[in-house]
């Protein structure tokens, strides 16, 4: 019953900005590690961004450090990604991702947004 939708992709152009949703369902979201991924064509998935449960500790990869912001709100079962000064090579399809126990069903992988940053 895991549920995550993503929303907040689409077209940017360098330079801009753009937030990006993930609406968290059937599970404890208050209590897990959310983390965002993102696969552009012809490369492997990575790791953005995580943070923990009460959003005290995060991590980022190094190529988007300084320039993106993972946060959640508990109260509504969402996690964000912030990203500002979007680069060409930040085009991918991004993927909310719970750390949830393999005993709870569902996916715990959305089925992706969009993001385009180009001219």
């Known amino acids: 019953q895991v549920h995550l939708v993503e929303s907040g992709g689409g077209l940017v152009q360098p330079g801009g900005s753009l937030r990006l949703s993930c609406a968290a369902s059937g599970f404890a979201f208050s209590t897990t590690t959310m983390n965002w991924f993102r696969q552009a064509p012809g490369k492997e998935r990575e790791l953005v961004a995580k943070?923990?449960?009460?959003?005290?500790?995060?991590d980022y990869a190094d190529s988007v450090k300084g320039r993106f912001t993972i946060s959640r709100d508990n109260a509504k079962n969402t996690v964000y990604l912030q990203m500002n000064s979007l680069k060409p090579e930040d085009t991918a399809v991004y993927y909310c991702?719970?750390?949830?126990?393999?005993?709870?069903?569902?996916?715990?992988w959305g089925k992706g947004t969009l993001v385009t940053v180009s001219s």
């Open positions: 943070i923990t449960n009460l959003g005290g500790s995060t």
């Open positions: 991702n719970a750390e949830v126990p393999m005993t709870i069903p569902g996916n715990n």
